[in-house]
């Protein structure tokens, strides 16, 4: 009897580890599925992720995760988990034939893509999907054609001294290949302020370029850059005209000039002409003359979708009436970023349509001075191309090298920005004599990038009981408004380095989160003579997360008397966020505390309002009410760990775990 109980507990074991793996896989799943609902799919593709680690065979997770990678950026990484939905047991599934198609014609496995789409078209009646099923297949075979006479070009990733792990794409160049100015969403943000998905908002940065390289961007900042979305989308030739796309409201184009002195004015629209209130307008470029804008937008009186339109100076300065250039460049679907080469005749652009082999292509058209007409665009061919998005295309003045933006096998990340190496120009002298006459003028590339001094932080992220080292901790460098400056990962022997270009930093915010741990804050003091490089070592102790630990959140910050956040406050929160995804099992209390001013009864009324604001923005951002719970003290003086908000000791919000 003993023998037959010991052998029943004995298999119950896997038995156990089986349920509780289910249970795993069915709360990723689950929690995939509300991050969807958010609209939050990274977020969603992460956790389906997470749960095909636990259960890999699981059919409807793995065309979940494919359908997630076809809507991102990585669409090449579909294949494999439709490819694996369909074997097991999803084959039968016409859309899934659909998906395969469009998942082959990304990998470029064209004929296998065509088989795809003629098996799809086969089970369909409707005439629109019929129709871009056929436009697929025709990319296909252009496809095809484009991989059998590739283009003698070389393309160069521009690597890390411009790349980062976060996305870097819309690259503006100066005629002399000098200075380069791009978009990017990584940390040392202007405003510090993430999306829903996780990315900072858009910044410019530049770079000037030495014997040895591109050197260090530097981001732009005021008043370039602002609390807001800033792109850029063009430079003039002669380099003293900025332009950016500004998001307020439907997005708008915006110009920056050089001043005596070699800095950036403010920006200012281009005007109600070009800039319209109810559409959108993005990418822009200048003749060589300065006499016509191209732009894109997607105003009405197009042939649609988004089209490339130009607007010629006026003697007043301001810009005229705008044209749309028409047949034979503009179509039904989308052309977008206008790039007019320092000929003054040829005109890049990328569409959706004309002979591209998927997503956008970028071609060329050239104006004909006699016949007043664009030639029929030309695609600039494999590998230039490929069957996802080539956008933001652009040319060195003398037309050796091209620059754009792409996600490719290989690279930082996301996307990043590549040099292409462009086949000789039988107009190259041409070129020459036109970039001597803009070498003349006030330049761009007189502007001094200056090389910032450093200031070194370093240190080892260790466990304040065992003292061993915790790896894969985010470290965060932020300035005293919580702008993140930098941010990285702790090693594997818990090691973390940050160096500071910033010269105008006098301190900033070390911050350390970790799965199962209190977020560590401290301030750092960065010395003021900055003509020496300096370092400083902070080894961070960190303890765990346990009942009754207490943490201040130092920039939630509300306007006097008021109780709406306001949008600065948001990137700590999102790091609670991350706290409260890491620790599922936790629940906590979020403490609202307002100054002495006021009645008390006032002020305490006022505090639950601030951590009910808070409360509700946590639970906007998909965390369970069931794990908050929002209480006011008023002018309660309890502070967690010693650390203190900006506002004061008391007018502060923080969090105290109450269940695990």
């Not at 991989?147 to 792990?165: E, M, Q, R, Y």
């Not at 950036?264 to 804008?293: I, M, Q, R, T």
């Not at 466990?463 to 993140?484: E, Y």
Request: glycine share 8%; hydrophobic share 35%.
């Amino acid at each position: 009897m003993k023998r037959f109980c010991f052998f029943i507990i004995f298999i119950s074991f896997p038995l156990i580890t089986s349920i509780v793996q289910a249970q795993g896989e069915k709360k990723f799943v689950k929690e995939a599925e509300a991050a969807l609902a958010q609209k939050d799919k990274k977020k969603a593709l992460e956790l389906y992720l997470k749960a095909l680690e636990i259960n890999p065979n699981k059919a409807d997770v793995n065309y979940k995760i494919g359908i997630l990678y076809l809507e991102s950026d990585f669409k090449f990484k579909a294949l494999s988990y439709l490819e694996k939905a369909s074997v097991l047991g999803l084959s039968s599934d016409f859309q899934i034939t659909k998906y395969l198609g469009i998942a082959n014609q990304f990998n470029h496995n064209f004929e296998k893509a065509i088989e795809n789409y003629q098996n799809y078209k086969g089970s369909i009646t409707d005439k629109e999907e019929i129709k871009k099923v056929d436009r697929r297949i025709y990319e296909c075979r252009n496809g095809l054609e484009f991989i059998a006479n590739p283009v003698p070009v070389k393309i160069d990733n521009l690597g890390p001294a411009i790349n980062t792990s976060f996305p870097e794409y819309a690259p503006v160049i100066s005629a002399d290949d000098s200075i380069l100015i791009f978009t990017s969403r990584r940390p040392g943000s202007t405003g510090g302020i993430k999306d829903q998905s996780g990315l900072y908002f858009e910044d410019l940065y530049i770079s000037k370029k030495t014997e040895e390289g591109w050197g260090k961007p530097q981001n732009m900042g005021f008043p370039v850059n602002t609390t807001s979305h800033e792109a850029s989308v063009g430079i003039s030739p002669d380099g003293n005209q900025l332009f950016i796309y500004k998001d307020n409201g439907n997005g708008d184009i915006y110009v920056c000039s050089i001043s005596e002195d070699y800095k950036w004015s403010k920006p200012v629209s281009v005007g109600s002409e070009v800039n319209s209130a109810k559409y959108f307008e993005n990418g822009a470029c200048l003749s060589f003359d300065g006499k016509k804008l191209f732009f894109a937008s997607n105003r009405e009186g197009g042939a649609g979708g988004n089209d490339i339109w130009v607007a010629e100076k006026q003697d007043n300065g301001s810009w005229g009436k705008p044209l749309n250039l028409g047949l034979p460049i503009n179509t039904e679907a989308d052309e977008e970023s206008p790039f007019m080469d320092l000929d003054g005749k040829t005109l890049y652009f990328s569409s959706r349509t004309h002979k591209g082999m998927g997503g956008f292509d970028i071609f060329k058209s050239v104006y004909n001075e006699e016949t007043k007409k664009w030639s029929v665009p030309e695609n600039l061919g494999y590998p230039i191309n490929s069957a996802d998005n080539e956008l933001y295309f652009i040319l060195s003045g003398d037309g050796k090298y091209g620059y754009y933006a792409s996600v490719k096998e290989g690279g930082y990340g996301d996307k990043d920005i590549y040099r292409i190496s462009m086949p000789p120009r039988p107009d190259y002298q041409d070129l020459q004599t036109r970039l001597q006459s803009i070498r003349e003028k006030k330049y761009l590339s007189n502007l001094s990038v200056d090389k910032a001094q450093s200031y070194i932080l370093s240190g080892k992220v260790l466990d304040a009981v065992t003292a061993k080292p915790v790896s894969n901790a985010l470290m965060q460098l932020k300035d005293t408004k919580g702008n993140v400056i930098d941010e990285m990962t702790s090693k594997s022997d818990g090691g973390y380095y940050f160096k500071i270009t910033a010269d105008t930093l006098s301190a900033c915010l070390l911050a350390a989160y970790a799965k199962g741990y209190v977020p560590f804050l401290k301030d750092i003091d960065i010395p003021k003579d900055k003509k020496i490089v300096d370092s400083q070592v902070n080894d961070i102790k960190l303890k765990k997360l346990d009942l009754g630990e207490r943490f201040v959140l130092r920039n939630i910050y509300f306007d006097f008397d008021k109780s709406e956040l306001k949008p600065e406050s948001k990137a700590d929160l999102e790091n609670l966020i991350m706290l409260l995804n890491d620790n599922p099992s936790i629940r906590i209390e979020i403490g609202g505390y307002t100054d002495s001013k006021g009645e008390k009864e006032y002020n305490r009324n006022l505090s639950q309002k601030r951590a009910e604001a808070v409360l509700n923005y946590l639970v906007s951002r998909g965390i369970s009410k069931k794990r908050l719970v929002a209480k006011g003290y008023g002018e309660g003086s309890s502070v967690g760990n010693g650390q203190v908000n900006q506002e004061g000791i008391n007018r502060r919000t923080e969090f105290v775990i109450i269940d695990k």
